[in-house]
């Protein structure tokens, strides 16, 4: 069987298994859930091993440390895994839920019922606890899913998909409803995201380029964002401790991710009392200071910032800071070169701040909080199948809810329309 005859596959596999997880009941989602969590504790060391596999193999091949890092399954990991599975079992199941009902002069009831999207491709690169997220999104919001993690990612992921296959079996459900895509061949890639007949959304997680070529190519509603080049503003009314510990854990926490800190604002009024202790902190920690002019002025050791600093989403120990006039600077800068995605101010002027959270264009903005905290798992929805950027249907991380939709339902007693 050719690449593309065994994508076919998968998605007649999928749309089949889609319609029995339409009408799955929440007991059996949860138990299927739950099953699987309990096999990830089980077979830790055998999820252990086979990402070793693949770490040693991306290091052989020369792989970023950026993606080593976000490859690397470690016990703390594997561990949210788990707990994330946990969260998702106790959410409320959204399939069926009716809202805004109400009658209508004709004497009718119209509402809107929540249902799943149908079939979701998701494609993802390097981090394989993205299988257990997605997985566990799309089969608790009802919907059958068809995974295509990246080659270097492959062993863990065959492995995971044997114990997500099994954990739905245990539950009474279609070990079909979650397909592990299992050639590296990128041939795949480009049948998923043209199936249209048997896929409904496309989700892609990945660097810039694989969501831009999605993008382009799909003829499948794509669910997505490009890049996360984020800002922290240091307003001129900030608490100087508050605004060091965000600043510093929205950069080091971790450098791979898209809702790492890429570009710090600081107001003029500040500066020089607030950067040269942070730049302190930073060089501690071996991150790369890159500054304009006014900032080279406190920081005279530190590397000029071009205009392409700005636009850059760095995924490494990289910093560009700029100092602004006021807040009107700030997000200027940040609705001209930010990506929509993850923006924080601190400051302890309440109407500066809430001015901050209605102006700025991003689909999470942040109040004396570091932008690391955007994320699925920690805004209570037991995971994220991805973040969105896009304005219509889903936007930030995407949940449950993002992976439904509404139809009208009308409820009547024989009217007929005159």
């Known amino acids: 069987m050719d690449v593309i005859e065994y994508m076919q596959t998968l998605g007649q596999n999928a749309r089949q298994a889609s319609r029995a997880m339409a009408r799955a009941s929440t007991q059996d989602k949860n138990k299927a859930l739950l099953a699987i969590a309990d096999a990830i504790t089980s077979q830790r060391d055998a999820i252990k091993a ?7 193999r991306g290091r052989d091949n020369g792989l970023e440390a950026a993606l080593l890092d976000r490859l690397e399954l470690t016990d703390e990991r594997i561990d949210t895994m788990i707990e994330g599975l946990h969260q998702v079992a106790t959410l409320a199941d959204p399939v069926g839920e009716i809202t805004d009902l ?4 004709s004497g009718i009831q119209v509402g809107k019922m929540r249902v799943p999207l149908g079939v979701i491709g998701i494609i993802y690169e390097s981090r394989p606890n993205v299988t257990i997220e997605a997985a566990s999104l799309c089969l608790k919001s009802g919907n059958a899913a068809i995974l295509r993690g990246g080659s270097e990612a492959i062993e863990a992921n065959r492995t995971l ?9 245990q539950a009474g459900l279609p070990a079909n409803a979650v397909q592990v895509v299992e050639t590296t061949d990128r041939a795949a890639v480009g049948a998923l995201i043209t199936m249209s007949e048997y896929v409904d959304v496309i989700v892609p997680r990945g660097g810039k380029g694989l969501i831009e070529r999605i993008s382009r190519d799909a003829k499948v509603v794509v669910i997505k964002h490009l890049d996360g080049i984020c800002h922290v503003y240091i307003d001129e009314f900030a608490d100087k401790t508050k605004a060091i510990n965000i600043a510093i854990n929205a950069k080091t926490h971790r450098y791979g991710t898209c809702n790492t800190m890429e570009t710090l604002l600081v107001h003029q009024a500040v500066a020089a009392d607030i950067l040269p202790e942070l730049a302190e902190a930073y060089v501690a920690l071996d991150v790369e200071l890159r500054g304009c002019e006014r900032t080279r002025e406190l920081l005279t050791d530190i590397h000029a910032a071009t205009e392409e600093d700005w636009h850059t989403e760095y995924l490494a120990p990289i910093l560009a800071i700029k100092i602004v006039d006021d807040m009107d600077s700030a997000i200027d800068h940040i609705n001209h070169y930010g990506s929509h995605h993850t923006d924080t101010i601190v400051s302890e002027n309440y109407t500066l701040a809430r001015r ?41 991380p995407v949940g449950l809810d993002g992976l439904t939709s509404q139809k009208y ?7 007929v329309r005159k």
């Open 356 to 396: 901050f959270l209605t102006e700025v264009d991003s689909s999470s903005v942040m109040v004396n909080a570091s932008t690391r905290f955007a994320d699925g798992f920690e805004y209570g929805l037991g995971a994220e199948i991805g973040i969105s950027t896009d304005k219509i249907h889903a936007r930030g």
């Open 161 to 169: 998909a044997a114990i997500i296959s099994a954990g739905l079996e």
């Open 102 to 105: 109400k009658y209508r002069p």
């Open 50 to 56: 086979a990402n070793q596999r693949d770490m040693q």
């Open 409 to 415: 339902v009308v409820l009547g007693n024989g009217e």
